[in-house]
């Protein structure tokens, strides 16, 4: 087979508590295995809030399991408690790939946010979008329904689960 060149870009924290609330957990081997087989995914980018030393184990877990980890930069001079939300640098990071004309076919994103919304529909009319994978399916964004199931998919039905559970 032909391996095509998709891209999946994952909310970290989204696919973590999605999956907790749920009461399950997934492994991130299987899963790095389930997006190469499934979608054909040649490259995964794995984005985390910050940089925290006591989870370098985890980090090096992700990394290990085949996924590219991408930090959030914060500034180190912040006051306030630093929030997690990766939202923007995961479009900055696929819209970069646009503009800078990297050879890519497909993106399959996880995460259940509403806010990748406008950048689905503009990938889906540049055909550059495959699926979004939702963690939890109470929790995905409603923004989504009209896309249809072509478009999306929730990682804990019984046969995802199945194949990507710790």
């Known amino acids: ?4 060149n ?3 870009f994952i909310d970290g924290q989204n696919l973590y508590l999605g999956t907790k609330q749920d009461k399950w957990n997934v492994d991130l081997f299987k899963f790095r295995t389930y ?7 040649s490259e995964a980018y794995y984005f ?12 090096k877990e992700i990394q290990k399991a085949g996924f590219i980890v991408v930090f959030k930069e914060h500034s180190q001079y912040a006051e306030t408690k630093k929030k997690g939300n990766v939202d923007t640098d995961i479009v900055f990071e ?4 646009l503009l800078e004309n990297k050879i890519f076919n497909k993106v399959v994103l996880v995460s259940g946010d509403g806010d990748y919304k406008k950048l689905v529909d503009y990938l889906i009319i540049k055909d550059k979008f495959s699926k ?4 939890n399916v109470r929790y995905a964004s409603s923004l989504y329904k009209k896309l249809g199931n072509k478009f999306f998919t929730h990682l ?3 046969d995802v689960k199945y194949k990507i559970k710790k």
């Open 35 to 41: 997006l190469k087989d499934k979608y054909e995914i």
């Open 94 to 97: 696929i819209m970069k790939n």
């Open 1 to 4: 087979m032909n391996e095509k």
């Open 156 to 158: 804990g039905r019984e």
């Open 48 to 59: 985390l809030g910050y940089l925290q030393e006591e989870n370098d184990d985890l980090y």
């Open 132 to 135: 979004i994978l939702f963690p």
């Open 6 to 8: 998709n891209l999946a």
